[in-house]
């Protein structure tokens, strides 16, 4: 038994696994040998791979603090969201998340499915491989886990019920700070700007009254509208993938919030690889290849999202006016719209705030990452200022070739 039989929370290490695991669920064999091993890469928890002979399975731990800084604290209530989200979305989209064993709230560990025949999408976006089945098994997901938790296919009494067990205050709050105010108001001094981008960012960005009008309303949208169960940190890093499926997971941000966040958020991860392979001093074939191949799949995901959300909306709308001849029409635009903004929103703060990402971190000559920088900062400004007109996969494109210009023309001068 473990240092005090895991009754009462400590931070587990390699060494507490073994009989940890023996002692919560019938998954090994008692006298099996287990190997572990520590494989969390993330700044926040404690993720743990525990091999027998013949299977594995994950264990993520939370620690009361993050690891990047310890007087960062953070609520032990996010093991539970994070469970309780895969839950309710492998019932909904089955296939599409890992399994969950068990989720222990005293040690504030969730033992799970081990994931080790996929690749993180991020990975292998980085690496140029292409997905051709990702757009239709991707756009399935987000449609059934989006429709089914909303008021358009759920009772309403129930989806109140659920908004109640989904709050998740204090991770909201982390989003509401780092991906809808901080990159328009530095206000804790902790953004991290490239100097080359400096001037940039506090003309485009920081004094821009227009601009920040524009993120007051997304902020205020993204704290307002309970409309579906959204996983509200969906990235490149958070889904695994395989020739034929995908796994979402690292779910400890969700809550019930407007629908676009999701599709907007992920889209700008897509942009970030775009903007990686477009940093790439020699353009040879594969990569000119693979950009075409990125922005083909945003299309293609953007198409097969509006058709199967109204296919969906259609067979299963519940409330009496839903179906009312337009609503549907009216209801996805506005979720699309909303999608454009969150993607100005995430390309901005992946950038100017606090948690930078590979992608753009990855690219070693610093003068090209600052213009890669400065181009995803173009598109997120054009995305956030023009989301009226950005509903289709084509649109999102026009504003990629806009920023590209704008770019270009900027280094001219
Ligand atoms: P955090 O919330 O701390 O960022 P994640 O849930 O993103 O933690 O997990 C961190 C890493 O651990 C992932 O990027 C992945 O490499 C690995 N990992 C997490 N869950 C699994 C799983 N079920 N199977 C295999 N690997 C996993
Ligand atoms: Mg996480």
Same mark, same amino acid.
């Given at each position: ?6 009754? #009462? ?10 009989? &940890? ?18 494989? $969390? ?18 264990? @993520? ?11 960062? =604290? ?21 296939? #599409? ?5 068990? &989720?222990?709230?005293? %040690? ?51 989806? =109140?019920? %659920?908004? =109640? ?52 309303? *997304? ?18 890093? #958070? ?11 690292? #779910? ?7 629908? $676009? ?35 083909? %799949?945003?299309?293609? %995901?953007?198409? *097969? ?20 001849? $337009? ?39 610093? @003068? ?29 494109? *026009? ?15």
């Amino acid at each position: 038994m473990g240092r005090n039989n895991y009754g #009462s929370y400590f931070l587990m290490d390699t060494k507490d696994l073994p009989s &940890y695991i023996k002692s919560k669920i019938d998954f090994f064999g008692n006298d099996e040998v287990l190997t572990v091993d520590e494989i $969390g890469d993330g700044d926040v928890n404690y993720i743990f791979r525990v091999r027998g002979a013949e299977k594995s399975l994950i264990v @993520k731990q939370a620690g009361r603090v993050t690891r990047v800084d310890p007087t960062w =604290k953070l609520t032990m209530d996010r093991g539970r969201i994070e469970t309780e989200y895969l839950t309710v979305q492998r019932k909904l989209t089955p296939g #599409s998340v890992p399994e969950i064993y068990l &989720y222990d709230p005293v %040690m504030g560990a969730i033992i799970m499915e081990d994931l080790a025949g996929y690749t993180l999408l991020r990975k292998a976006l980085l690496e140029r491989r292409r997905f051709p089945t990702f757009a239709d098994i991707f756009s399935t997901y987000l449609v059934n886990a989006l429709i089914f938790t909303s008021d358009v296919a759920e009772d309403h009494l129930q989806k =109140k019920e %659920m908004v =109640k067990q989904f709050a998740n205050p204090q991770m909201c709050d982390i989003f509401e700070k780092l991906r809808n105010t901080e990159p328009f108001i530095d206000l804790y001094n902790r953004n991290r700007i490239l100097p080359e981008n400096l001037d940039f960012v506090h003309r485009e960005f920081y004094e821009d009254k227009v601009l920040h009008l524009e993120a007051a309303k *997304l902020k205020f949208e993204f704290m307002n509208n309970p409309q579906a169960l959204i996983h509200s940190d969906l990235h490149t890093g #958070s889904v695994f993938v395989r020739e034929d499926s995908i796994k979402v997971f690292d #779910s400890e941000f969700a809550f019930f919030g407007p629908m $676009g966040v999701d599709l907007g958020n992920f889209t700008a991860h897509l942009f970030f690889a775009w903007a990686n392979a477009d940093a790439e001093p020699e353009q040879a074939a594969n990569i000119v290849a693979f950009k075409q191949w990125l922005l083909d %799949m945003i299309e293609e %995901m953007f198409g *097969l999202f509006a058709k199967k959300f109204k296919a969906a909306f259609t067979s299963n709308a519940a409330d009496v006016l839903a179906k009312t001849p $337009g609503f549907c029409e009216w209801y996805l635009n506005t979720l699309l719209v909303e999608a454009a903004g969150v993607c100005g929103l995430e390309l901005a703060r992946r950038t100017i705030g606090l948690s930078h990402i590979e992608d753009l971190v990855s690219i070693e000559d610093e @003068k090209r990452r600052a213009r890669a920088e400065c181009l995803v900062l173009r598109l997120a400004k054009l995305l956030i200022l023009n989301r009226d007109r950005v509903v289709r996969g084509a649109d999102y494109i *026009l504003m990629l070739q806009q920023a590209v210009e704008d770019e270009k023309n900027n280094h001219k001068e």
